[in-house]
């Protein structure tokens, strides 16, 4: 039996990406566009969908999120700007939350973890499209926050945010130390990079053994 999914922000640049490769999956089933510029509200789609993916806006992801969970259906956000600890213990269904789909981004995450180990300080430039509501990026935000871990806590480092027509989604880590430096960069040029994490995920939240969970590395 196919997976059914319906997308909240299905009419946005993610939304209608994410769309399209639910359709072209042959164990999944789109089910439902969710979206006020389609008419279609998130309640609508619910009744027949056992995973909501929501890439809206930090405002509604998670009252979506809530809404899903209240009818027992699992939730796969991609929104980022908002506290995922806002979820922690709603029941009802599985939430799986990631800033980043893209497995080259989960990537550069983990090489500045190993990274900050080592060097003495980092810096993170994030550069996206001018059309991006938050700043920072979730990606900037949750690379900070590991580097701090792994550097043993003290302040995370500083982020720069660049918001320019051109780009899509790319972040650059620089990390300095006396007489070197090191750049950890990744870059999405195209949002199908994001795709397979999402279908990864929209087959694995059902099955989560705690919720929610956050970050793509969890599940591969
Ligand atoms: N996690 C990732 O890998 C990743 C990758 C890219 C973008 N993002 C994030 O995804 C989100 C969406 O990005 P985008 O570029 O597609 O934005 P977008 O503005 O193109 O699309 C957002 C859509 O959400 C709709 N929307 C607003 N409120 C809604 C509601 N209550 N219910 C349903 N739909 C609603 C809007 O009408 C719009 O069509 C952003 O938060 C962005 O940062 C995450």
Redesign the pocket.
Known sequence: MAIRVAV??A?????QTVCRAVEGADDLELTGR????LGTA?AEVLPNADVLVD????T?AVA?AREALAAGVHVVI????FDPAELTGVKGANVFI?????IGAVLMMQFAVQAARHMAKAEIIELHHD????APS?TAARTASLIADAAGGGDPPPIHSVRLPGLV?HQEVIFGDVGQTLSIRHDSVDRES?MPGVLLAVRSVGGLTESPVVGLEHLL
């Open positions: 909240a922000g009419a946005g640049r993610m939304g969710a979206d006020p510029a998130v890439f809206t806006v930090p509604s979506n991609g929104t980022t700007g990631a800033p980043n789909f893209a059309r991006k509501l938050d979730g989604a994001f």
